[in-house]
């Protein structure tokens, strides 16, 4: 029969034992861990992002992304809309939107009459007999806040020198549709000299971020060319396309 070990030193070899801490079993997040631990230990932008139990994300919107701030406990069913995170410092990567032109054509006074002519290029012309003033319109209802940049880009159907000459660009609060008011509306965005160019590229910033924050539905252009020439009827001009001669003017914004 084999000798039986005392029970006292039973007891003391089970005090031995190294002790099960609940610290030593979760030294590495376990699969169920959620997303949000495990991208806060992992990311110092994250980490930052979700001090004070709030989180700043990039909100996915119609047009891009937005700078929010939301609890903690909503981030899942943002990142599942598709929203994505964000560091306390630094901005949203900039979004850039392009809108097309929803009308566009000309408006012309002089002896031949005056008339509004849609299905037509974007002309801007300007002679003793008559005058020519482009218009180009945008729709800007979805449009983000705040605008970083606007760039109206347009493409030269035709043009007559000599060059070069000036073009004058007025923006103003449109309603989609090409009418005789828009001859005279907005105010001066910018001007060019005008020397033969294939593309014309124009920084209308300023004048867009003034109509977007007023509210305005829609972003509109004219065109004109200040100081009539003297040669009668096929003096200098621009025309550029439309919808109806593609390429079409476009309005590109950075958001």
């Known amino acids: 029969m084999a000798p039986r070990t005392p029970l006292l030193v039973v007891l003391a070899a089970i005090l031995m034992l190294p002790a099960c801490t609940s610290e030593e079993t979760t030294t590495a997040p376990s699969d169920n861990a959620p997303s949000l631990a495990r991208s806060t230990l992992k990311d110092g932008q994250a980490r930052g992002a979700t001090q004070g139990g709030k989180v700043t994300l990039c909100h996915r919107t119609g047009q891009g992304f937005r700078r929010i701030t939301v609890g903690s406990a909503a981030v899942p069913a943002h990142l599942a809309h598709g929203d994505e995170r964000a560091s306390e410092t630094s901005a949203c990567a900039p979004t850039v939107v392009i809108f097309s032109a929803v009308a566009d054509g000309i408006v012309r006074t002089g002896s031949l009459g005056s008339a509004v002519i849609d299905n037509s290029v974007v002309q801007v012309l300007n002679v003793p007999s008559f005058e020519d003033r482009g218009v180009v319109e945008f729709d800007t209802k979805n449009m983000s806040l705040p605008v970083k940049q606007a760039q109206l880009k347009l493409s030269v159907y035709a043009s007559n020198g000599p060059f070069p000459f000036t073009v004058q660009v ?17 105010a001066l965005a910018t001007s060019f000299e005008y020397a033969g160019e294939a593309t014309v590229t124009l920084d209308v910033t300023s004048a867009v971020q003034k109509l977007v924050s007023a509210g305005a539905p829609f972003v509109g252009f004219n065109l004109r060319i200040p100081i009539a020439s003297p040669i009668v009827y096929n003096g200098p001009f621009v025309a550029f396309n439309s919808n109806e001669y593609a390429p079409a003017a476009v309005l590109e914004v950075t958001e």
Do not use: E
Request: no cysteine; aromatic share 18%.
């Open 170 to 186: 007025f923006a103003y609060s449109g309603n989609g549709v090409l009418d005789f008011d828009d001859r005279d509306s907005g």
